[in-house]
Nanobody, 122 residues
């Protein structure tokens, strides 16, 4: 069983930046970030594989968000720049012990963090 702990959420003005972190208690192969607002389904944001070379992004965040990982610390980061009010959501870290490629649905991930709130004011 792998536990994920997120941090780094908060309140920021539009155009600002935040960096989310997620620490895993064990080794994972694929890690990603999803987000969810009340009344909507959880949506894919970004994902990265163990190598750190392969990553994928939702169209809505391409060019603004960057996912990275530090395997020596079992940690994945999400650098969020040029934030918009529509980025407001609870952000969840996800991990899998398998290779999860592309823009995958939440069901393909094995482990989830508790979520961290990101609020972008206009």
């Amino acid at each position: 069983q792998v536990q994920l702990v997120e941090s780094g959420g908060g309140l920021v003005q539009a155009g600002g930046s935040l960096r989310l972190s997620c620490v895993a208690s064990g080794r994972t192969v694929s890690m990603g970030w999803f987000r969810q607002v009340p009344g909507k389904e959880r949506e894919f944001v970004a994902a990265i594989r163990w190598s750190g070379v392969s990553s994928d992004y939702a169209d809505s965040v391409k060019g603004r968000f960057t996912i990275s990982r530090l395997n020596t610390k079992n940690t994945v980061y999400l650098q969020m720049n040029s934030l918009k009010p529509e980025d407001t959501a609870i952000y969840y870290c996800a991990a899998s012990i398998n290779i999860v490629g592309g823009i995958a649905p939440p069901s393909l991930y094995d482990y989830w963090g508790q979520g961290t709130q990101v609020t972008v004011s206009s």
